[in-house]
Structures are given as structure tokens and as C-alpha cells.
């Protein structure tokens, strides 16, 4: 089956900066969703990105589908961003399922 | 808008006792999802319901049952408990099936069953 990878698994950071989170899949996809899971359980959603580029605020992302990646940008990170952001995928050879990924930690520390 | 509202927020069971996790959405949505979360596991899909009136197993259906009540409401049963059934129970919804737009997450319910 399809592997969704996400790098890197750990990621400290001191608040206000910048950092790029990639989630890259070994098989062809029909569409993608970022999450952010806080420490306190609660899992948002961030994006729905098949393809191209959306911004919401100091967050953004990118898929690039003919190359099997996608890439989450935080610019001026903040405390409240730490948690575990996952990616997740529906593979094109079967879209009932969705595919998480393995997750980046991210610690934000002021 | 409350989006996708689960109760309880936490559960302790005991061995074989049954329970109901309720989980409803506001958002009009088509389509509603049962997972659990374990450490190491990642989320696993337990059933869903593409559309009312319709339920199907997902990956790990084994000791569980589902109703969709009606458009808004997808409850989750456990007849009789099982340690290998404490987890974190997401229940999450979207508004077209086969995950062709974004999937919104409940709060989840902590269950543990000694």
C-alpha cells in the first residue's frame, strides 16, 4: 500500500520562527489534508489541498501531486502551534481510504 | 456553530459492561466517521456512514456497532468491553463522501475499560 512519510518527526522551535513541514507519498493521490493535533487531543483541520498553494493566516501550504509531496509552511510560529500535524491522503487506486501520515511533532517555546 | 459535538469527554468501563458514544453534527454534513487513536497506531477508521441510512466497516469494525440515527447523528456501541478497547474515540464528519472535501474532528472520548 501507499506510505506517507512526514519529515521531520521532531521539531523544537523558538517562538517566531519560521518552519516547513513535508509530507511526501510513495503512490499517486486524489487528494490531501493537513491536521493539527494540539496537546490537548483536539485534531483541526488546517488544509484540503489536492493541488497548488492555500494560505490561512501565518500558515500555508503546497501540494505538488506529479511529485508525490506536499509541503506546510508556519511563519512566525507561535506557543499555541505546539502539537503533532499530520498529513493524510486518499490513494487513487482506492478512495475510501485516507491515509495518515507519520506525523511531525512540533514544540514552540517562547 | 458547535461542528462536531461527542460525549462523553471521558469513560471508565469495566470488563464486558456495554456503552454508547454519541456524536453529532451541526455542519449539514453527508458523511460521518468513527476512529480510534492508539500510541504507535495512528488513527484507525472503525466504520462510517457515506450518506443517512447507510453504514460500512472500516479497518478495525471488530467489536463495535453503529446507527446513523439521521443526517446529524452517528452513534458508536460497544456490547462488551475489552482492555484492548481502551483508546480515544473520534467520531469526525464531511459534507461529500470518499473524503472529497475536509473532514472535521469532534473533541473525542477518552475510554478506558479495566
Known amino acids: 500500500g501507499i506510505q506517507v512519510e512526514q519529515s521531520p518527526p521532531d521539531l523544537i522551535l523558538q517562538e517566531g520562527a519560521n518552519s516547513t513541514l513535508r509530507c511526501n507519498f510513495s503512490d499517486s493521490v486524489n487528494n490531501l489534508q493537513w491536521f493539527h493535533q494540539n496537546p490537548w487531543g483536539q485534531l483541526i483541520n488546517l488544509f484540503y489541498?489536492?493541488?497548488g498553494t492555500k494560505q490561512n493566516g501565518r500558515l500555508s501550504a503546497t501540494t505538488v501531486a506529479t511529485e508525490r509531496y506536499s509541503l506546510l509552511y508556519i511563519s512566525s510560529s507561535q506557543t499555541t502551534d505546539s502539537g503533532v500535524y499530520f498529513c493524510?491522503?486518499?490513494?487513487?487506486?482506492?478512495?475510501?481510504?485516507?491515509?495518515f501520515g507519520t506525523g511531525t511533532r512540533l514544540q514552540v517555546f517562547p | 456553530n458547535a461542528g462536531v459535538t461527542q460525549t462523553p469527554k471521558f469513560q471508565v468501563l469495566k470488563t464486558g459492561q456495554s456503552m454508547t458514544l454519541q456524536c453529532a453534527q451541526d455542519?449539514?454534513?453527508?458523511?460521518m466517521y468513527w476512529y480510534r487513536q492508539d500510541p504507535g497506531m495512528g488513527l484507525r477508521l472503525i466504520y462510517y456512514s457515506a450518506s443517512e441510512g447507510t453504514t460500512d466497516k472500516g479497518e478495525v469494525p471488530n467489536g463495535y456497532n453503529v446507527s446513523r440515527l439521521n443526517k446529524r447523528e452517528f452513534s458508536l456501541r460497544l456490547e462488551s468491553a475489552a482492555p484492548s478497547q481502551t483508546s480515544v474515540y473520534f467520531c469526525?464528519?464531511?459534507?461529500?463522501?470518499?473524503?472529497?472535501?475536509?473532514?472535521?474532528f469532534g473533541n473525542g472520548t477518552r475510554l478506558t475499560v479495566t
Open positions: 489541498i489536492p493541488s
Open positions: 469526525a464528519s464531511s459534507e461529500k463522501g470518499g473524503y472529497n472535501s475536509p473532514l472535521h
Open positions: 493524510a491522503v486518499v490513494p487513487s487506486y482506492n478512495t475510501d481510504k485516507l491515509i
Open positions: 455542519m449539514n454534513h453527508n458523511s
